[in-house]
């Protein structure tokens, strides 16, 4: 082997010569005595001699090359590196340079430390990268707050359309007392759902009860059912019976609902009930059939035996005639109507819940009241359901025919 060729002064000076990072030697005042050439023309000069004896007081702002000087300062004192860190130094010109360096203190023969050396790459390409992926994650951030907090405030704006109160009848007695006991349940799988219910006072002995679903989750199925709520208020006095009533919904929900770049539609049931008589009509567009429970024997089916009863869900038809459905009901019998988030949970083997299983929970608990039959059904459910909660919104709503009394 050729010792010469291989000698420690030829391997520093090719080192020096070919490095692409910047390597430097510094003095105990923090002068460079030795850089190597990528060095210098990274800082503008053209030969590395230029920097014999200047300092980064010569190159950096003051108060950044200040830093420089008090670290290699420091491990001159006790003699420990400064390993991997990440340094912005900002340039007498204004530019702002990021580097990863590494300081190290330089010790003679005789264990003296006689000033430092160190290594730096330069990483401001990547450091910027980085800097302005932070910028954009603190951005979506704040963006994905502000959303969150839009979306309370809709959350808190949508149980607003959700009845506080109940109808009482006759009027002036006191709750317990009323024929018509009602009750809803309702349960988003997010902030905000498609489900609404409505229950309003009609007349003296006459109230009525909406059910609907609009197509999908969040935002959009809640800004249909917020349009949903306002046509209620107006058209439940208007029509009063329940076929015309979701015709009439129908016609003025289809030009909002279908247009170029949306589609939702929407399942409803909606009934009138006349505290009376005991006679209550209803009709469907596309929703799930309503629960009759028989208090006085314990039992439950299916409001509406003939599936043909029920009509295409809003939204989707032009001209569409629904037909009134007319039940009499007696004292102790309940109407439950639902949502299909109610039954569409899936078990541990993929398969739903199902109407079926519905009927069967209804028949099983047809003796309870609301109070305590709707938390039997959605205790049913989750039981049931692979992870024990619901993928969709949930509502229910119904009420019980305790007694039939006429106004007083």
Same mark, same amino acid.
């Given at each position: 082997?050729?010792?010469?060729?291989?000698?420690?002064?030829?391997?520093?000076?090719?080192?020096?010569?070919?490095?692409?990072?910047? @390597?430097?030697?510094?003095?105990? /005042?923090?002068?460079?005595?030795?850089?190597?050439?990528?060095?210098?023309?990274?800082?503008?000069?053209?030969?590395?001699?230029?920097?014999?004896?200047?300092?980064?007081?010569?190159? %950096?702002?003051?108060?950044?090359?200040?830093?420089? %000087?008090?670290?290699? /300062?420091?491990?001159?004192?006790?003699?420990?590196? !400064?390993?991997?860190?990440?340094?912005?130094?900002?340039? =007498?010109? *204004?530019?702002?340079?990021?580097?990863?360096?590494?300081?190290?203190?330089?010790?003679?023969? #005789?264990?003296?430390?006689?000033?430092?050396?160190?290594?730096?790459?330069?990483?401001?390409?990547?450091?910027?990268?980085?800097?302005?992926?932070?910028?954009?994650?603190?951005?979506?951030?704040?963006? =994905?707050?502000?959303?969150?907090?839009?979306?309370?405030?809709?959350?808190?704006?949508?149980?607003?359309? %959700?009845?506080?109160?109940?109808?009482?009848?006759?009027? *002036?007695?006191?709750?317990?007392?009323?024929?018509?006991? %009602? +009750?809803? &349940?309702?349960?988003?799988?997010?902030?905000?759902?498609?489900? @609404?219910?409505?229950?309003?006072?009609?007349?003296?002995?006459?109230?009525?009860?909406? !059910?609907?679903?609009?197509?999908? &989750?969040?935002?959009?199925?809640?800004?249909?059912?917020?349009?949903?709520?306002?046509?209620?208020?107006?058209?439940?006095?208007?029509?009063?019976?329940?076929?015309?009533?979701?015709?009439?919904?129908?016609?003025?929900?289809?030009?909002?609902?279908?247009?170029?770049?949306?589609?939702?539609?929407?399942?409803?049931?909606?009934?009138?009930?006349?505290?009376?008589?005991?006679?209550?009509?209803?009709?469907?567009?596309? &929703?799930?059939?309503?629960?009759? !429970?028989? *208090?006085?024997?314990?039992?439950?089916?299916?409001?509406?035996?003939?599936?043909?009863?029920?009509?295409?869900?809003? #939204?989707?038809?032009?001209?569409?005639?629904? /037909?009134?459905?007319?039940?009499?009901?007696?004292?102790?019998?309940?109407?439950?109507?639902?949502?299909? *988030?109610?039954?569409?949970?899936?078990?541990?083997?993929?398969?739903?819940?199902?109407?079926?299983?519905?009927?069967?929970?209804?028949?099983?608990?047809?003796?309870?009241? !609301?109070?305590?039959?709707?938390?039997?059904?959605?205790?049913?459910?989750?039981?049931?359901?692979?992870?024990?909660?619901?993928?969709?919104?949930?509502?229910?709503?119904?009420?019980?025919?305790?007694? +039939?009394? #006429?106004?007083?």
């Amino acid at each position: 082997m050729n010792k010469e060729l291989y000698s420690a002064e030829f391997l520093l000076k090719r080192l020096m010569e070919k490095m692409t990072d910047s @390597i430097y030697f510094k003095d105990l /005042q923090s002068r460079f005595v030795m850089v190597n050439k990528n060095l210098a023309n990274a800082w503008g000069y053209s030969s590395p001699d230029e920097l014999i004896g200047k300092s980064d007081f010569d190159s %950096f702002r003051e108060d950044d090359a200040r830093h420089m %000087f008090e670290d290699e /300062q420091a491990i001159i004192k006790s003699g420990e590196p !400064l390993e991997g860190i990440e340094e912005e130094t900002t340039w =007498k010109n *204004g530019h702002v340079a990021w580097s990863s360096t590494s300081k190290m203190p330089l010790i003679d023969d #005789a264990g003296k430390v006689v000033g430092t050396f160190g290594i730096s790459r330069n990483i401001t390409e990547h450091k910027l990268a980085e800097l302005q992926v932070a910028r954009y994650a603190e951005e979506i951030r704040r963006i =994905k707050e502000g959303m969150e907090e839009d979306l309370r405030m809709a959350a808190e704006l949508q149980k607003s359309f %959700f009845p506080t109160t109940y109808p009482i009848f006759p009027e *002036g007695v006191s709750r317990e007392e009323s024929a018509v006991q %009602f +009750l809803h &349940h309702y349960n988003a799988s997010g902030m905000v759902s498609g489900d @609404i219910c409505a229950i309003r006072r009609l007349s003296g002995t006459e109230c009525c009860v909406l !059910l609907c679903d609009v197509m999908g &989750h969040g935002v959009r199925a809640a800004l249909g059912t917020a349009l949903i709520c306002a046509m209620v208020q107006e058209l439940a006095e208007q029509e009063r019976d329940p076929g015309r009533f979701l015709g009439r919904m129908n016609e003025r929900l289809l030009p909002i609902l279908r247009q170029q770049d949306v589609f939702l539609y929407a399942t409803a049931c909606y009934a009138v009930y006349d505290a009376a008589s005991g006679r209550m009509r209803v009709a469907n567009a596309g &929703h799930p059939v309503p629960l009759l !429970l028989k *208090g006085g024997e314990k039992t439950a089916g299916w409001l509406m035996d003939d599936g043909s009863m029920r009509g295409p869900a809003l #939204a989707v038809c032009e001209d569409v005639v629904y /037909q009134t459905f007319e039940k009499q009901l007696r004292a102790g019998d309940s109407v439950v109507m639902y949502t299909d *988030g109610l039954y569409e949970a899936l078990g541990t083997d993929d398969e739903e819940f199902g109407e079926e299983r519905l009927l069967q929970a209804a028949k099983r608990n047809g003796g309870l009241p !609301l109070q305590e039959l709707f938390p039997a059904f959605v205790k049913e459910v989750c039981d049931y359901s692979a992870d024990g909660e619901f993928d969709d919104d949930i509502c229910l709503v119904g009420f019980t025919c305790r007694s +039939l009394r #006429a106004q007083s």
